[in-house]
């Protein structure tokens, strides 16, 4: 019988390139590097055995998407930022007819991939959105945290990101798109919108991360886990950067009207990137080289409040990286099939999953 | 002028709290890397070589591949690995040179702080 093949867009950046060595190393399926910067991803290809094929995708041009994802098991789409591509690949992935795992991570393009669950349900199309860290972990801790619970009422995710830990450019739109206009939250079984960076809270996290002041930031778990998970009346996602003086940093930018336009945006993701090194150096540490996430989900259980914490930290490649490849890796081999657009939360094997990145040493806290 | 012992010394004792610090094995998941450390003053060689996360070796030579050097001279080499001396601030001072990349260059400068922070 012949291998699955699993084509990796933007198999050449941080995160998809994690994605892809995971795959590889599977040795279960075909794998494909698909990547707009076909020179980054021959190279990054020829660094692995066996070496994936790789292809030319451009994600501004359907024809292109269609193009690579010819015989086709699965899509894994990693090309970010989410907000400016998210919506132009998936109709693409639906109209290929094949399954699809993305790590989006964006608020507002989490709303319009959902608006597409008729269409991918119409083709049988199974598509998993949001399959990373954060997205993606935090919804499997949630699931694992209201099903221990007879009734949840609470479920507050707090991440936290160390520009010593990426250098991505997208991952640094996605920052400056999450923290500088009004995100979703829910709150008392409806959504609502709150200034980013507001609704400041003391999280602990285990060392080198420590206690942080999270604030509110855009991410898709206020959107879909109200979705998904029944009964649950507040849902709150906070985020914290590392080090600790780049928060002044982050909220200069917004004060002084530096991000308020995707060009402006672009400029600046240009003028922070190389200057990585230095930011990661403000005040009288280094930042720690690490990401962490943490879940509190609470309720009632036996009619007795009760409350359920989980935390992980590891490398933001890692944390991202490989939930989207052992979900690829599900749908390839139809372990998972579920037609129309779904979040980690509304129905994956959660501990069937978590099982699978524990074995891959990434390892969750219950505190 | 620190000596050749002294530097050896600060280096297995850096592999000793590294290696035993939790956060530290956290952090430098999946990371392998050579690192050569180049005496300025005496032209010597060491390299450090990590896998996994872990020092498994000093070696008192350049060992391939080279994957990160760092040039400076014994003391400041010694000062830094005993934490006593900040690596970014001795770079900036243009006492040491790092060559490698920056996403490296920010992991091992977060290493030594929370090894001796």
Sequence with gaps: ?367 | MATSAELKTALDDFAARANGNAAVRKMLKEWSRNIHLDCADTGETYTLVVENGRVTGIVPEAKPPKDIAIMAPTDTLVGMFRGQLNPMAEFSAGRLKFVGSAKDEMRLDAVVDIIWK
């Design chain 1, 1 to 367: 019988m012949a291998r699955p093949r699993i084509v990796v867009l933007g198999g050449a950046g941080d995160m998809g390139y994690r994605a892809v060595k995971e795959l590889v190393a599977s040795k279960e399926a075909e794998v494909v590097v698909a990547d707009f910067r076909i020179d980054r991803a021959r190279k990054l290809a020829a660094e692995l055995n066996p070496p994936p094929e790789v292809q030319f995708v451009d994600a501004n041009s359907r024809q292109s998407l269609l193009q690579a994802l010819e015989g086709a098991t699965v899509a894994v789409n990693c090309i970010g930022p989410f907000y400016r591509y998210a919506d132009k690949v998936l109709p693409a992935v639906i109209a290929a007819g094949v399954d699809y795992v993305d790590i989006c991570d964006d608020d507002d393009a989490t709303v319009k991939l959902l608006s597409f669950d008729g269409l991918a349900r119409k083709r049988g199309v199974t598509a998993v959105i949001g399959m990373g860290w954060t997205p993606g972990i935090s919804n499997l801790l949630a699931r694992r945290g209201a099903d221990r619970l007879d009734e949840v009422t609470d479920i507050d995710i707090t991440w936290v990101g160390s520009t010593a830990d990426s250098e991505g450019q997208a991952v640094i739109a996605h920052v400056i798109h999450a923290i500088t206009r009004d995100v979703p939250i829910y709150r008392e079984g409806e959504w609502v919108n709150a200034p980013a960076m507001s609704g400041v809270k003391e999280v602990d996290f285990p060392p080198p991360i420590g206690r942080v002041k999270a604030y509110y930031t855009g991410h898709p778990e206020p959107v879909t886990i109200p979705r998904f998970i029944d009964g649950v009346q507040n849902v709150t996602l906070r985020g914290y950067l590392l080090p600790d003086d780049i928060q002044s940093l982050s909220r200069g930018l917004v004060d002084l009207d530096l991000v308020s336009t995707e060009k402006k945006v672009n400029a600046m993701v240009g003028l922070l990137q190389p200057m990585l090194p230095l930011l990661s150096r403000m005040g009288t540490t280094a930042a720690p080289a690490i990401s962490g996430l943490r879940v509190d989900v609470s309720g009632f259980k036996n009619g007795q409040p009760a409350r359920y914490s989980f935390v992980t930290e590891d490398t933001m490649d890692r944390l991202t990286g490989i939930p989207p490849a052992v979900t690829a890796l599900l749908l390839a081999n139809g372990e998972f099939r579920q037609p129309g657009v779904v979040a980690p939360e509304g129905g994956l094997p959660v501990e069937a999953i978590l099982a699978r990145l524990a074995a891959r040493d990434i390892e969750i806290e219950e505190v």
